[in-house]
């Protein structure tokens, strides 16, 4: 690993959270496999070697129940979902060089082999613990059929997971007051003999570990306080038997823990893929083992796109397993945001939610979906679907911006010459502007945010749009045809720079724009040197690449989904979602963790304040002076971890304001983002620093609110 600027020479591996084998995906679970698989594909049009790998999640507890229920082997049940899902991602043009699962040879031999080399250097040990057991059923509870309350905040928790309160990884045993989630019955701990890993050992390697880490902000931050706390071991065995089996002496019968074997999966598909395609075209242990190669000795490139609710596995337990048996540690972590319906969380119980078989059978192309999905917040940023604003995203931006653009030109090129017009060279003005462009999309795949990627073509296009309307080619073919055909090769050159530039985004839809164009071979293993060159083929008559969304179509879907939530409401079932996907197999009866925990139900959840019942009065509001500003300078208070020091433009002045998000923002990301201030806000000293306003945000994640559109530092909110 390099940690140069893409490209690099090292080998690339991006990853995508594993899927649990068990439900249907929704388009709230395709938020981190097109993330994923639009960072790949910018990778590629850098001209970086890169793998695209993932998996299904075949094992843990909800797999063996769910399939006992069906009357198959747990093995049938989940290869089932793996074959679904193996199926469904390439519908969105989520194209995975290798799409494996945890329950084949490979993952199952390299994770013996790795839990062996652990165990050889003294890095596991055995335990006394007390597991959570129902008498009255007679059987051992694994974690997620364990509820109680949590040992540290005193929230509502799961067997192995605060998900209410803190968030914090909870061993066997630490829940307090365990009821089965399987028969409601009080369970009580009997004292059982497991694995544990010394995660404790790598305190200090896992500090240092973070400081280096890329990717976004919340995979840094959000660890460091479980490191200060002090880390616990790891206890990885389980009392089940669908799994892989712990390797050696198991009198017990004892079978890993998924959160081992699922992140394996990583490194066995990625072996996969080498097996299949050789290893002088991807040499798998030279991505992922230190000393492998001696063209790259400290591994390569690794990137993993996950849902932000696994941060921890992928920054504290899996990069301690790898340091600890001689892999490559990841150079990035990409964490992604929710995302809700409506503003309400997806509740698949309910059917509230929009299936990604439904999507496509309503007759949408994939592309926008992923431009949405993409480009709709950043990528740590919660995102939120409505059927209102995917067509507000696809007529405005899509249809009327790029399309608009690509299609008049290209319509105009093709009727007034017989080929695209080749002038001696593009503008010096328009050369200049691709050039900005392709800058723009370097600097966003070096900075981890797919949403750059997408706006680097919107922009193009929308400069596009502005020069074509100023240079008006339509009235110089006759007055001045030298100039017209320079104007329509400029136009031309830009569709080309586009067509490159948003492969990764919409990946057919620039398919299509190059055979428009002529091109020569597939846009798909161009890179960005071809959105240098300028056009050289022999224009096709132009279609409109994407599709008006009328106001009527909107209104039909949402009166389907709400008649199907109404069913399901009358039908009574429980709130309590089961036998859904879950990410890297977080052994999840409960729908809401899935592959982005994109669609934690929020109609169940108990952590929302309700609104408040007192009012204030219209002239009250008057006298709150609400202004946007622009964060010009950004830095951190000696002696206070959560405060910064914030120079912020307000248009007649720039003010100092302190404000709490050292730990939830790349501090160096912050100067140039427009903030919304309280400006009237009582002036406070805090660490010795005078704050003079508040900035507003949204959340424990500190959202910072801010404008849709271009008002100015200095600019009154009413």
Known sequence: ????????????????????????????????????????????????????????????????????????????????????????????????????????????????????????????????????????????????????????????????????????????????????????????????????????????????????????????????????????????????????????????????????????????????????????????????????????????????????????????????????????????????????????????????????????????????LRYYLATNGGFQQDVDFSWEKFRDRVNTELVGTVGNFLYRSLLFAHRNYDDAPISDATSEEVDERIEEAIADFEAAVNDYSVRAVGDAVTDLARFGNEYIQRSEPWNLVDDDPEEAEQVIHDCVAIAKAIAVLFEPIAPEKAERLWDQLGEDGSVHEATVEAAREGPDGDLAEPTELFEQIEDERVEALNEKLEARVADAEADGESSEDGGESGENGDESDDTEDTADDTDTDTDDMTDIEPLSDDRISFDDFQELDIRIGRIEEAEGIEGADDLLKLGVDLGAETRTIVAGLKQLHDVDELPGTKVVVLANMEKAELFGVESNGMVLAAGEEADLLTTYEDAGPGTKVK
């Not at 905040?153 to 067997?159: I, L, M, S, V």
């Not at 919340?218 to 206890?235: K, T, V």
């Not at 190669?293 to 941060?311: F, M, T």
Request: one cysteine or more.
């Open 1 to 368: 690993m390099s940690h140069d600027d893409f490209p690099t020479d090292d080998p690339a591996v991006v990853t995508c959270g594993l899927p649990y084998a068990n439900g249907d995906l929704h388009i709230g679970h395709l938020r981190t496999y097109v993330g994923g698989d639009v960072y790949r594909r910018a990778l590629e049009r850098l001209g970086q070697e890169t793998a695209f790998v993932s998996g299904s999640d075949m094992h843990g507890t909800p797999v063996a129940v769910n399939a006992e229920q069906e009357g198959v082997s747990p093995e049938e049940f989940a290869l089932d979902w793996h074959e679904r899902y193996a199926a469904t991602f390439p519908k969105f043009n989520v194209e995975f060089d290798n799409y494996g699962h945890t329950h084949d040879e490979t993952n199952t031999e390299l994770t013996q082999e790795l839990v062996r080399d652990l165990d050889e250097a003294g890095h596991l040990y055995e335990k006394e613990i007390m597991v959570a057991y129902d008498p009255v059923d007679d059987q051992y509870l694994p974690d997620r059929y364990v509820e109680g309350t949590c040992p540290y905040c005193g929230a509502h928790a799961r067997g192995d997971e605060c998900d209410e309160g803190c968030q914090r990884h909870l061993e066997p045993g630490e829940v307090e007051d365990p009821e089965s989630t399987i028969t409601g019955n009080p369970a009580e701990y009997r004292e059982r003999t497991h694995k544990f890993f010394e995660v404790s050992a790598f305190a200090e390697y896992l500090s240092d570990f973070l400081d280096r880490l890329e990717g976004t902000s919340n995979a840094r931050n959000q660890p460091r306080e479980w490191i200060e706390q002090g880390l616990q071991d790891w206890c990885i065995t389980r009392d089940m038997d669908w799994g892989v089996e712990y390797p050696g002496e198991n009198p017990q019968d004892l079978v890993l823990y998924v959160w081992v074997d699922a992140p394996i999966e990583y490194i066995a598909s990625t072996k996969q893929y080498s097996e299949r395609v050789g290893a002088e075209a991807f040499d798998w242990e030279a991505a992922w083992k230190e000393g492998a190669s001696d063209a790259h000795p400290e591994g390569g490139e690794i990137v993993h796109v996950i849902g932000r609710d696994i941060i921890q596995h992928h920054t504290i337990f899996w990069p301690a397993m790898l340091e600890a048996t001689g892999h490559a540690e990841p150079r990035a972590v990409m964490a992604s945001g929710f995302v809700t319906l409506g503003g309400k969380g997806f509740s698949t119980s309910r059917d509230r939610a929009v299936w990604a078989d439904e999507y496509l059978d309503e007759g949408f192309h994939p592309d926008p």
